[in-house]
């Protein structure tokens, strides 16, 4: 149980294009998600926290005009990447977290998003 | 927010068991302590978590002191699989705060 998937695995654009990255728990509630970049050999990075219906909340340096997040539903939460650039190349990865599961303060997190800006 | 100190990397063989340990000088009272592994390409993976003292699961044993400034981690008799990045976390779980991942530590198991 308690699986998180993101769609799509990997994405090649062109700059100034957007990407939509989805991030959807599987067999779970989650009223919160979290989204986060990694470069190579690098540590994740956490650019926001985003609540169920609600706003979502940005770290310090993240523009939240170019990352938009939605978290509509409960089970769904999207990144769009507006006019992508080749330094938005990144690893980008999402993780939720719900009531009712066994561990409730864990992350889960889904398996990432290979993004490419050519 | 509490920060983390791990070492970069560690090397270690085969069915050795591997201790990495966590520096974490300001940890808040209601901050725990969890892990997370994470293989290349892939999203982390929850190996522990703790408060204070010893806590063991199927995989991992994590040791706590009184003063909770730091936490090893321990895995028994490591396999080839499971050289990974291994990062240490702090914070307070019950309010569904957000964790700041740290740089984690590389660990290299060699046959």
């Known amino acids: 149980g308690a699986v998180v998937s993101q769609h799509p695995s990997w994405v090649i654009c062109k700059s100034g294009t957007s990407v939509k990255i989805e991030c959807r728990s599987l067999?779970?509630?989650?009223?919160?998600m979290f989204w986060y970049r990694q470069f190579p050999k690098q540590s994740l990075m956490l650019m926001a926290t985003?609540?169920?219906?609600?706003?979502?909340?940005?770290e310090q340096g993240v523009e939240k005009d170019k990352f938009l997040i939605n978290h509509a539903s409960l089970t769904l939460s999207t990144l769009t990447v507006t006019s992508a650039h080749p330094e938005d190349s990144s690893f980008y990865i999402c993780?939720?977290?719900?009531?009712?599961?066994?561990?409730?303060?864990?992350?889960?997190f889904g398996p990432g998003t290979r993004l490419t800006v050519t | 927010l509490a920060k983390t100190t791990q070492p970069i990397s560690m090397d270690s063989y085969e069915g050795q068991e591997v201790n990495i340990t966590c520096s974490h000088n300001n940890i808040a009272t209601n901050d725990y302590i969890t892990w997370y592994q994470q293989f290349p390409s892939q999203g982390p993976r929850f190996i522990i978590q703790?408060?204070?003292t010893k806590v063991t699961n199927e995989v991992a044993s994590l040791f706590i002191p009184a003063d909770r400034k730091s936490s090893t981690l321990s895995l028994p008799r490591v396999s080839l699989s499971d050289t990974a990045v291994y990062y240490c976390?702090?914070?307070?779980?019950?309010?569904?705060?957000?964790?700041?991942f740290g740089s984690g530590t590389k660990l290299n198991v060699k046959p």
């Open positions: 067999d779970f509630q989650a009223t919160t």
């Open positions: 993780s939720a977290r719900g009531p009712g599961l066994a561990r409730t303060y864990e992350q889960y």
């Open positions: 703790g408060y204070k």
């Open positions: 976390l702090v914070g307070d779980r019950d309010n569904f705060n957000k964790f700041y």
């Open positions: 985003s609540n169920e219906g609600s706003k979502a909340t940005y």
